[in-house]
Every structure is written in structure tokens, then in C-alpha cells.
């Protein structure tokens, strides 16, 4: 089935170690999202790829990045996490804005900062 | 700047007990309102999208509808395999808002007990 894939599910780091998240999809969606999802808050952008092109929102930290090296696969840095950061990560694709083809979404990355 | 409220934040049912959600939104120019289900752990799962006041559409036990300042997740009777925290988000369409961006509510937590 076509999906959306997270690695690693679970991803403990230490304060201030950088740490990679990975998604990848079979969908071919050309539009990549990652979503930080605090605990009891709702999932935020923090931004997107719309095909090659990077697009960060304004509030989104410098110590988030992002890579796209193909249309499959997409990855979220971060530099020097902080235990603020603690979070699950959600990737999203669509095709196009997504309002009529829709979004799907991968299972997520519970990050833990210690 | 677009807002979601959902409320309210947590709902406990006993099987069979039917309720509604609710979903508050203020945007510049409403494309589509979507409402996902959240199980602990995981990614969003797609269940609705709704793009126009007085639309509905309903999925089994679910039926969703929009007004021009609100939506409304029904639930007939619902499981205990209903159980899980349900989001909704919009896209808007105008006022610089990042392309194919959904804004989410904070969810609202759904107990359904046997």
C-alpha cells in the first residue's frame, strides 16, 4: 500500500546532540510537510517542501532544518536540540495544496531530549 | 491569523450514547475544513473534508457538518472502538497564509466506556 513512512518511531538524544528524523512515501506526492506535535497540543507546521522548493514559517525556530534530496524521502534536523523540543514529529504529504487530493500522514516520531 | 477552537477539550460517552463535537474556526477564506482521528502514538488518520456551508458527509457512526463559523463531528452511537482524540484543522486561502498550510485545533479527547 501506498503510504507515508517515519524513522525512527521512537528517538531518544541527548541535550544539544543533533538528531535526524526521516520520512519517506510511495505516494509521489510532490508536497512534503513536518508537523511538531506537543503533548495535548495541536500538531503545528514548521514547514514544507513544495517540490524542491524549502518554505519556513516565520515562527519556526533555526534550529529546525530540513532536506528533501528526492521526492520520496524528506528530513528533519535538528541542531542542538533543547528539552523544549521533546515532541512527536508528524510528516504529511499531499498532492498539490491538498485541499481535494487530501493529506496523509506518517505515524510519527516521539522525540525524547534527556 | 487563522484560529481553531475545539471544544470540548475531553468527552467521556457510555457505549451507545450519542454526542457532537465541536469546531470553531476564524479564516481568511475558508478552501476546506478536515477532521482527523488520532489514536495515542500515531499519525492523524483522514476522515473528513468539508468545503462549503451546509455540506455534510458522513462515514458509519460519523457525519460531519459545516456552517460558515463552525463544524460539527456527530457520533451515533458510538463503540468503545471510537475512542481517540479527534482534531480538526483548515486551510485558508488568502492573507499570506503558507500554501497547503493547515492550522489544527487542539483536538477533543473522546472516552467511550462499554
Known amino acids: 500500500d501506498a503510504m507515508v513512512i517515519q524513522n525512527p518511531r521512537y528517538q531518544v538524544t541527548q541535550f544539544g546532540k543533533p538528531v535526524t528524523l526521516s520520512c519517506s512515501q510511495t505516494?509521489?506526492?510532490?508536497?512534503m510537510y513536518w508537523y511538531q506535535q506537543k503533548s495535548s497540543q495541536a500538531p503545528k507546521l514548521l514547514f514544507h517542501?513544495?517540490?524542491?522548493?524549502?518554505?519556513n514559517e516565520a515562527d519556526t525556530p533555526d534550529n529546525f532544518q530540513s532536506r528533501r534530496p528526492n521526492t520520496s524521502f524528506c528530513f528533519l534536523d535538528i541542531r542542538s536540540p533543547g528539552l523544549g523540543d521533546a515532541a512527536m514529529y508528524l510528516c504529511?504529504?499531499?498532492?498539490?495544496?491538498?485541499?481535494?487530493?487530501?493529506?496523509?500522514f506518517g505515524s510519527g516520531t516521539r522525540l525524547t531530549v534527556v | 491569523e487563522d484560529q481553531v477552537t475545539q471544544s470540548p477539550e475531553a468527552l467521556r460517552l457510555q457505549e451507545g450514547e450519542s454526542s457532537s463535537l465541536n469546531c470553531s474556526y476564524t479564516?481568511?477564506?475558508?478552501?476546506?475544513l478536515f477532521w482527523y482521528r488520532q489514536d495515542p502514538g500515531k499519525g492523524p488518520e483522514f476522515l473528513f473534508t468539508?468545503?462549503?456551508a451546509g455540506e455534510e458527509k458522513e462515514k458509519e457512526r460519523l457525519k460531519a457538518t459545516l456552517t460558515k463559523k463552525e463544524s460539527f463531528l456527530h457520533i451515533t452511537a458510538p463503540k468503545p472502538e471510537d475512542s481517540a482524540t479527534y482534531l480538526c484543522?483548515?486551510?485558508?486561502?488568502?492573507?499570506?497564509?503558507?500554501?497547503?498550510?493547515?492550522?489544527f485545533g487542539q483536538g477533543t479527547i473522546l472516552t467511550v466506556h462499554p
Open positions: 504529511a504529504t499531499s498532492r498539490g495544496g491538498g485541499v481535494r487530493s487530501g493529506y496523509t
Open positions: 505516494l509521489n506526492h510532490n508536497v
Open positions: 517542501y513544495y517540490d524542491k522548493d524549502f518554505n
Open positions: 479564516v481568511s477564506g475558508l478552501r476546506g
Open positions: 468539508l468545503y462549503s
Open positions: 484543522a483548515v486551510q485558508a486561502g488568502a492573507g499570506g497564509t503558507s500554501y497547503g498550510k493547515l492550522t
